[in-house]
């Protein structure tokens, strides 16, 4: 039987763990992130993939960083034929990709060679994409550089956010390992190469990319909003208090008031922006639930008329 390291961390790893856990291969080992301070007690918490891991019975290892030799040598003592890797949160180096005669392949939630990096279904939404994917690539020492194996599109529906869009390219991806993993190892898949030319990379996100630069176009800032819920969330500040859009939408329509301003609008709460208006669906006031707009309204009767972000 085949043997398999996998390596993931997050919740969209999840569902390609879960398609080799059942019982086609010999799923050696799993290697995640290690467990980091959460919440306000900062008590350690451990990642989905762990969590998983532990109930199905799988070894895990969490090695602070693979550039340790002993950490390699670890890895090394498994004899893994090939290693499964989805959203692990690390760049792996040739002592690592060079392990598995079947070498390590990627599970990746875009169509590659577009938006390699650490967040591309974020990227994908804020750009305006109307499709995106899975790709599962056969790794080197780029960043998501390496030739690919298989890929399959997905469209990106108008109210997707990046948690919604995550779950489903989580499960696409899933599929998809399950589909070439077979055909990989069987020697049926000749490797493509990316086009470098058509490549575009995102960066990690960053808390603070979640902050509303209300003089930004409405479209822009609303696709903001779905691409950074659930984190960082599109967050601004009201009366000194961060006020999260969760949800919004963009209105053709200008109103000579400075950005940021707050209206009414067709019986919703509304904000001008540079450019066009952003219809407010549902916000979260800090320490509060999230509710509808138009009910944070009738709670709070000075919204309308204020200005956001000052």
Aim: hydrophobic share 45%.
């Amino acid at each position: 039987m085949v043997r398999v390291v996998f390596m993931g961390t997050p919740a969209f790893a999840v569902p390609s763990l879960a398609r080799l856990a059942t019982g086609d291969y010999d799923l050696v080992a799993v290697v995640t992130q290690p467990d980091k301070p959460s919440g306000r007690g900062l008590q350690l918490a451990i990642s989905p993939v762990k969590a998983f891991a532990l109930a199905q019975g799988i070894p895990v290892l969490q090695p602070p960083t693979l550039r340790d030799p002993a950490a390699v040598a670890e890895l090394a003592a498994l004899r893994p034929d090939v290693i499964v890797v989805a959203a692990y949160g690390q760049i792996l180096r040739p002592d690592v990709l060079n392990l598995p005669r079947h070498g390590c392949i990627n599970v990746h939630a875009s169509l590659l060679p577009r938006w390699r990096g650490a967040a591309p279904v974020q990227a994908a939404i804020l750009a305006g994409d109307q499709v995106t994917g899975s790709t599962i690539m056969l790794m080197d020492e780029g960043m998501d550089t390496g030739p690919i194996l298989a890929q399959a599109a997905l469209a990106i529906h108008p109210d997707d956010t990046g948690g919604t869009l995550t779950e489903r390219l989580a499960q696409q991806g899933a599929d998809l390992l399950a589909e070439t993993l077979p055909r990989w190892l069987a020697g049926e898949i000749t490797p493509q190469p990316q086009d470098g030319r058509l490549a575009t990379v995102c960066r990690p996100l960053r808390k603070e990319q979640g902050i509303i630069d209300w003089s930004r176009p409405a479209e822009e800032i609303a696709r903001a909003v779905r691409a950074y819920n659930p984190w960082p969330a599109a967050t601004t500040t009201w009366h000194g208090q961060a006020l999260k859009v969760l949800r919004a939408r963009a209105v053709a329509e200008q109103l000579g008031d400075e950005p940021g301003r707050v209206v009414a609008w067709d019986g919703a709460p509304a904000v001008v922006t540079g450019d066009g208006l952003l219809r407010l669906e549902e916000v979260q006031l800090a320490g509060r639930p999230a509710v509808p707009a138009a009910a944070f309204v009738r709670g709070h009767r000075d919204f309308v008329g204020s200005r956001l972000g000052e």
